[in-house]
């Protein structure tokens, strides 16, 4: 029981970090985004 109690955390967090860090994201895709988002509030 004690190794599930910690063997979960870390094993979900290790799957949350090579997420994250999969992730590639650049400047001007972040910039895009933004103003999409921007764009369908003011839709709404």
Avoid: C, N
């Avoid at 955390?9 to 895009?32: D, G, L, M, N, R």
Wanted: charged share 25%; no cysteine.
């Amino acid at each position: 029981m004690r190794l599930f109690d910690a063997l979960i955390p870390v094993i979900s967090s290790a799957i949350a970090i090579w997420a994250v860090a999969s992730y590639s994201i650049t400047e001007e895709k972040s910039h895009e985004i933004r103003l999409e988002q921007e764009a369908m509030r003011g839709e709404a």
